[in-house]
């Protein structure tokens, strides 16, 4: 169970267009999804936290008109790099919040999908 | 700071133990997770301790917590080639949002 399905795994387009990628809940509802970057031998960077139903939370530094996030139903987040450049090449990654219990003590552990290497030439 | 800090790398024998070490930042965190990336793929997780435990088994997977150091350990017993990978710890802060904070991550190399 908690399977994260992330497309697509690899993309490469010419510099000022714009790529979509998705990240879907396969077998559980999640209304925090969230996306990270990771740079190459790098940990995971924080982008956005991805609200179902609601306008993302960008993490400080990180454009929100550049990184579209949308998060219209409770197993599907999308993120948008618009009118993208060579520097915003690198792996991208979501999770979902999957959620076990309620309350303080309710433990919400993020699975995570394969990422998607993106390539701007 | 906010680093959530490993070493970088760690080589071992297979059939050895390796053991992984993270030192966290907020005593507040309730949970502490370990996941595991192969090379060009997303995170897998493995496992997972709950603040007021100092001790998790899970099959080769031990878990040591010391929250007076904020000091957490995975250890993998009889370690395979398989294992080899890079290991991240990671904190959720008790500050509502569900945010995680990674660590540096662990590249473990298993020597065959």
């Known amino acids: 169970g908690a399977v994260v399905s992330q497309h697509p795994s690899r993309v490469i387009c010419k510099s000022g267009t714009s790529v979509k990628i998705e990240c879907r809940s396969l077998d559980f509802q999640a209304t925090t999804m969230f996306w990270y970057r990771q740079f190459p031998k790098k940990s995971l960077m924080l982008m956005a936290t991805s609200n179902e139903g609601s306008k993302a939370t960008y993490e400080q530094g990180v454009e929100k008109d550049k990184f579209l996030i949308n998060h219209a139903s409770l197993t599907l987040s999308t993120l948008t790099v618009t009118s993208a450049h060579p520097e915003d090449s690198s792996f991208y990654i979501c999770?979902?919040?999957?959620?076990w219990g309620r309350g303080y003590w309710a433990d919400q552990p993020q699975h995570f999908g394969d990422g998607t290497r993106l390539s701007i030439l | 700071g906010e680093d959530v800090e490993q070493s970088l790398f760690l080589s071992v024998r297979e059939g050895d133990s390796s053991v992984i070490n993270c030192t966290y930042t907020?005593?507040?965190?309730?949970?502490l997770y370990w996941y595991k990336q192969e090379p060009g793929a997303g995170l897998q997780l493995l496992t997972y301790i709950f603040s007021n435990m100092d001790m998790k088994q899970d099959q080769r997977l031990t878990v040591l917590l010391n929250k007076k150091d904020k000091h957490l350990s995975l250890r993998i017993a009889d370690t395979q080639t398989g294992d080899s990978a890079i290991y991240f710890c990671a904190e959720r802060p008790n500050s509502g949002t569900y945010k995680y904070i990674f660590g540096t991550g662990t590249r473990l190399k298993v020597l065959a």
């Open positions: 999770s979902a919040r999957e959620i």
């Open positions: 907020d005593s507040s965190s309730t949970y």
